[in-house]
């Protein structure tokens, strides 16, 4: 949540159902319980390390970093830390967003552009896919994502292609309007987003963003906001379900008071 970009004014907030939009007939509780059941976080055989601050802005990811050169950040604001980390580890780090000028904090491998990431490219947006190929023609090393876009994370991702989706070895996702989920047309929408996802890379760690709470209905609890960290199959060498929750890593996103990842999340 460390980042307060607004994209498409407000269109994607309209299209996922959030800020008291509701839309369609209500999602099955059964359907959305096989969805989470298949996001529940599995341990790869890396262990997750911290980078970022101690606080908003810093994420759980995989000890797998060795080999990936680029990153791709996509949403700014006023904390850079997780980027700078990257960058310390040897990452040119690919920043981008519409509402700022640059970075929270410059730095020699920072690449910054002033646009928001979508489904489309014009001179605001951009696709993933194309700017990529615009910063990195030809790459096909692996990569790392991290996308704190305030719910143009669905369209954005809708929009990528497979195989560029398959060059990020590690994905940090910040979802929101969860508990949508509840609502049968956004639903639709994130649960074709999550399927994509899952062909290639598997989930890791969830953080509940605590700044939010979650919202309760058959049996389940779905937290409003939450950072889910994608490890891709192909670098896991087992997937053992999580059981430990909080990890001793994370931290709170905000003063309020802590909010745990639901038992329905988790084995």
């Given at each position: 949540m460390r980042k307060a970009t607004r994209q498409a004014g407000d269109v994607a907030v309209r299209m996922v159902g959030g800020a008291g939009y509701h839309v369609g007939s209500r999602a099955s509780t059964a359907d959305v319980r096989d969805l989470i059941d298949r996001l529940h976080p599995v341990h790869g055989g890396s262990d997750l390390v911290r980078l970022g601050p101690d606080a908003d802005g810093g994420y759980l990811v995989p000890d797998d970093l060795e080999g990936i050169t680029s990153a791709f950040s996509p949403g700014v604001s006023t904390e850079s830390g997780f980027e700078v980390d990257l960058a310390a580890r040897g990452m040119q780090v690919f920043l981008?967003?519409?509402?700022?000028?640059?970075?929270?904090?410059?730095?020699?491998?920072?690449?910054?552009?002033?646009?928001?990431?979508?489904?489309?490219?014009?001179?605001?947006?951009?696709?993933?896919?194309?700017?990529?190929?615009?910063?990195?023609?030809?790459?096909?090393?692996?990569?790392?994502?991290?996308?704190?876009?305030?719910?143009a994370e669905y369209e954005t991702l809708l929009a990528t292609p497979t195989e560029l989706l398959a060059q990020f070895r590690i994905m940090v996702i910040e979802f929101h309007y969860l508990h949508e989920l509840f609502s049968r047309s956004f639903f639709g929408i994130a649960s074709r987003v999550f399927d994509k996802l899952l062909q290639t890379h598997a989930v890791v760690h969830i953080h509940p963003n605590n700044c939010c709470g979650s919202v309760r209905s058959g049996g389940l609890e779905i937290p409003r906001i939450a950072e889910l960290t994608l490890h891709r199959r192909d670098r896991m060498s087992q997937a053992e379900p999580c059981r430990t929750f909080p990890h001793p890593l994370d931290r709170d996103n905000t003063a309020k008071p802590t909010l745990p990842l639901p038992a329905c999340w988790h084995a």
């Amino acid at each position: 949540m460390r980042k307060a970009t607004r994209q498409a004014g407000d269109v994607a907030v309209r299209m996922v159902g959030g800020a008291g939009y509701h839309v369609g007939s209500r999602a099955s509780t059964a359907d959305v319980r096989d969805l989470i059941d298949r996001l529940h976080p599995v341990h790869g055989g890396s262990d997750l390390v911290r980078l970022g601050p101690d606080a908003d802005g810093g994420y759980l990811v995989p000890d797998d970093l060795e080999g990936i050169t680029s990153a791709f950040s996509p949403g700014v604001s006023t904390e850079s830390g997780f980027e700078v980390d990257l960058a310390a580890r040897g990452m040119q780090v690919f920043l981008a967003d519409h509402s700022v000028e640059g970075p929270a904090q410059p730095h020699p491998q920072f690449v910054f552009d002033k646009r928001y990431v979508g489904s489309l490219t014009d001179d605001t947006f951009f696709t993933l896919s194309d700017w990529k190929n615009a910063r990195l023609p030809g790459d096909a090393g692996d990569l790392l994502l991290q996308m704190d876009v305030e719910g143009a994370e669905y369209e954005t991702l809708l929009a990528t292609p497979t195989e560029l989706l398959a060059q990020f070895r590690i994905m940090v996702i910040e979802f929101h309007y969860l508990h949508e989920l509840f609502s049968r047309s956004f639903f639709g929408i994130a649960s074709r987003v999550f399927d994509k996802l899952l062909q290639t890379h598997a989930v890791v760690h969830i953080h509940p963003n605590n700044c939010c709470g979650s919202v309760r209905s058959g049996g389940l609890e779905i937290p409003r906001i939450a950072e889910l960290t994608l490890h891709r199959r192909d670098r896991m060498s087992q997937a053992e379900p999580c059981r430990t929750f909080p990890h001793p890593l994370d931290r709170d996103n905000t003063a309020k008071p802590t909010l745990p990842l639901p038992a329905c999340w988790h084995a």
